[in-house]
């Protein structure tokens, strides 16, 4: 069956460093991939948006690459910041039928300590 | 120009009354997508609408749950004869077309089933 996977466990680092977050995915061929950030009690906002022809693409600290062969996505943040310190969740595209359908994964907690 | 809106952003039911949550999409968007976050885990899709028509309901419960965006006002996600099960956060997404783009999340409502 489908399967996304975010690391389950938080991400600690220290302000200024790079964080490196990584979404891996089984029995899928996305057309695209979607990083969302989600702060506790509201609603995720989207970051970037990546499709299956990209190997990278770039927003001003953002970085996020895309390896079909190994079914994996990098998520980094450079320079990293307090505010910075949320839950980013990967999401796929449902397969080919570009609906605009969403599979996320469970996300990741990043916490970037002064 | 506002975000996408739902209300209410909290909902307390006993089990078997009826949880109508709203979502008011972004201003000229026309695709509304809904997604179930139970505790601790992941965004679950549920049902994609445009504007009159049901695009895509794989991810609703087959009993008890349906989804409306009806011409005017907006969408409604329409729970019936509640469960604790229920219990979770939904939130509604809109986006200007389908397919690869973002997609835009409101702030979510919390239904409680008591």
């Known amino acids: 069956s489908q399967k996304i996977e975010q690391n389950s466990e938080a991400l600690n680092i220290q302000e200024g460093k790079t964080a490196t977050l990584t979404c891996n995915y089984t029995n899928y061929s996305p057309a695209y991939l979607q990083w969302y950030r989600q702060d506790p009690g509201r609603g995720p906002v989207f970051l970037l948006l990546i499709r299956e022809n990209e190997k990278e693409k770039r927003k001003e600290r953002l970085k996020v690459t895309f390896d079909t062969t190994l079914k994996q996505s990098l998520f980094h943040i450079t320079a990293s910041q307090p505010a910075d310190s949320a839950t980013y969740l990967c999401?796929?595209?449902?397969?080919?039928?570009?609906?605009?359908?969403?599979?996320f994964g469970q996300g990741t907690t990043l916490q970037v300590k002064p | 120009n506002a975000g996408v809106m739902q209300n209410p952003r909290h909902l307390v039911r006993r089990r078997g009354q009826e949880a109508r949550l709203r979502c008011s999409p972004m201003k000229g968007h026309s695709h509304v997508y809904w997604y179930r976050q139970l505790p601790e885990e992941g965004l679950k899709f549920m049902v994609y609408?445009?504007?009159?028509?049901?695009?895509?309901e794989s991810g609703m419960p087959k009993e008890r749950f349906s989804a409306e965006f009806p011409k005017e006002g907006p969408s409604i996600l329409r729970i019936q004869q509640v469960v604790r099960g229920d219990s979770a956060a939904y939130f509604c997404a809109s986006s200007p077309r389908q397919g690869d783009y973002e997609q835009y999340f409101g702030p979510g409502t919390r239904l409680t089933v008591t």
């Open positions: 609408l445009q504007k009159e028509n049901i695009i895509d």
């Open positions: 999401a796929l595209s449902h397969g080919s039928s570009n609906t605009g359908k969403l599979i």
